[in-house]
């Protein structure tokens, strides 16, 4: 459970969020489902929502950001459900999403959902994802990461143990 800061909505500043969705080990719907209202929560309707989702390219889903709603948001939740890749795309979803934000010449946030803990098997590759993604944007960009992966295959890096992919976080 979490609970929002005691500010308010017209406290805050509006924000261009992508939310990316890397899911391919057959949890798509489930996981879509659990992340939902926070989601929905996590914005306000100050904020514009972009969503891209794994496939063999990775798919936009829309051209341009939108305002947030509930409505649009589940909308474009359903519509991530008609994906279902074999593979994770992790470095090709994260490149796209940075690109999408120098293309519109703004910083924001990218809301990753990914169950991908192949892309970690050694250090040197999760750092070289994060050198190649975090270092080509133009502008100031806030990564949110969402770790759903299943299992317990990890790395164990100076004297501490990264389940999945959480050494790239």
């Known amino acids: 459970t979490s609970i929002l800061p005691q500010i308010t909505n017209d406290d805050r500043p509006s924000r261009n969020v992508i939310i990316a969705i890397d899911l391919a080990n057959g949890n798509y719907n489930s996981v879509l489902d659990n992340l939902k209202y926070s989601i929905q929560f996590g914005l306000t309707e100050k904020d514009s929502v972009l969503f891209i989702v794994s496939d063999f390219n990775p798919k936009w889903l829309g051209d341009n950001f939108q305002k947030k709603t509930d409505e649009f948001i589940e909308q474009?939740?359903?519509?991530?459900?008609?994906?279902?890749?074999?593979?994770?795309?992790?470095?090709?979803?994260?490149?796209?999403?940075?690109?999408?934000?120098?293309?519109?010449?703004?910083?924001?946030?990218?809301?990753?959902?990914?169950?991908?803990?192949?892309?970690?098997?050694?250090?040197?590759?999760?750092?070289?994802?994060?050198?190649?993604?975090?270092?080509?944007?133009?502008?100031?960009?806030?990564?949110?990461?969402?770790?759903?992966?299943?299992?317990?295959?990890?790395?164990?890096?100076?004297?501490?143990?990264?389940?999945?992919?959480?050494?790239?976080?």
Not at 85 to 93: R, V
């Open 76 to 169: 474009k939740l359903n519509e991530a459900k008609t994906y279902d890749p074999k593979l994770n795309t992790l470095p090709f979803i994260l490149r796209a999403a940075v690109n999408k934000f120098n293309q519109v010449d703004k910083g924001g946030e990218i809301w990753l959902i990914s169950d991908d803990a192949t892309h970690a098997e050694t250090a040197s590759e999760a750092m070289e994802i994060v050198d190649q993604t975090l270092f080509s944007a133009n502008n100031d960009i806030i990564f949110r990461i969402m770790d759903v992966a299943n299992g317990y295959n990890g790395n164990y890096i100076n004297n501490k143990y990264y389940r999945g992919n959480q050494c790239l976080y």
